[in-house]
């Protein structure tokens, strides 16, 4: 069984960074391209950026050059380096396959303070 552990998140303020992780566990990692999603309170869950399993990134337009995605398949694990961070960030942030998803993770809490 597939199973998806999102860690990193905190409170930070304004400005600040966090990285967050995401280990894999349960299924062939490498393969497959890994999105990082958040959901705000209220709002549906949205795509933040995914990694290819060949190391290609693609991010959304409000987190472009602020975020980067990378991943260690020896680890089976993909990051999120969060730079810049924005109140606008604050939300719950979950890793996934980018297509036909696996089981969700609880994921990590971040919050930003003005």
């Known amino acids: 069984q597939v199973q998806l552990v999102e860690s990193g998140g905190g409170l930070v303020q304004a400005g600040g960074s966090l990285r967050l992780s995401c280990a894999v566990s349960g299924t062939t990692f490498s393969i497959n391209a890994i999105g990082w999603y958040r959901q705000a309170p209220g709002k549906p869950r949205e795509l933040v950026g995914y990694?290819?399993?060949?190391?290609?990134?693609h991010y959304s337009e409000p987190v472009k050059g602020r975020f980067t995605i990378s991943r260690d398949n020896a680890k089976n694990t993909v990051y999120l380096q969060m730079n810049s961070l924005k109140p606008e960030d604050t939300a719950v942030y979950y890793c996934?396959?980018?297509?036909?998803?696996?089981?969700w993770g609880q994921g990590t809490q971040v919050s930003v303070s003005s």
């Open positions: 990694i290819s399993s060949g190391g290609s990134t």
């Open positions: 996934n396959k980018l297509i036909t998803p696996w089981p």
